[in-house]
Nanobody
Framework: QVQLVESGGGLVQAGGSLRLSCAAS????????MGWFLQAPGKERVFVAG????????FYADAVKGRFTISRDNAKNAVYLQMNSLKPEDTAVYYC???????????????WGQGTQVTVSS
C-alpha cells in the first residue's frame, strides 16, 4: 500500500519560510518522479514543482521560480519543498504526488498524500 505523508505546513508571515516534507512508503521511491501541487480554496489543484527520480532534473511553476526549491533524498524515501519569500497568495493546501515522470497535470500522478495546510499572513 502506497502512502505519502506530508508535513511541515503551518502559519507564517509574508516573507517567511517553510520547509515541507513528504515521506513515502510502499513503493520503490527511487523509481518515481515526485511533484508538489497546491490547491487554494475553491480552486483547482495546480502544479508547483517536480523532480525526476534521480534529482537531476527539477521543474517549477513560474509563480514560484527563485523562491521555492524541490529536493529529494532517496535514501530516506523523502521529497522536500523549501519555500522562501512566502506571499499571501501562496496560501493553500500543498500535496505531494508520485508518478512515472514529472507532469504538470495532476491526473498524471497515481499516488497522492493527504495534504498539508500552508497559510501566509500579510
Amino acid at each position: 500500500q502506497v502512502q505519502l505523508v506530508e508535513s511541515g505546513g503551518g502559519l507564517v508571515q509574508a516573507g517567511g519560510s517553510l520547509r515541507l516534507s513528504c515521506a513515502a512508503s510502499g513503493l520503490t521511491f527511487s523509481s518515481y518522479a515526485m511533484g508538489w501541487f497546491l490547491q487554494a480554496p475553491g480552486k483547482e489543484r495546480v502544479f508547483v514543482a517536480g523532480i525526476d527520480w534521480s534529482g537531476g532534473d527539477r521543474f517549477y511553476a513560474d509563480a514560484v521560480k527563485g523562491r521555492f526549491t524541490i529536493s529529494r533524498d532517496n535514501a530516506k524515501n523523502a521529497v522536500y519543498l523549501q519555500m522562501n519569500s512566502l506571499k499571501p497568495e501562496d496560501t493553500a493546501v500543498y500535496y505531494c504526488a508520485a508518478g512515472s515522470g514529472v507532469y504538470v497535470r495532476d491526473m498524471d500522478y497515481p499516488y497522492w498524500g493527504q495534504g498539508t495546510q500552508v497559510t501566509v499572513s500579510s
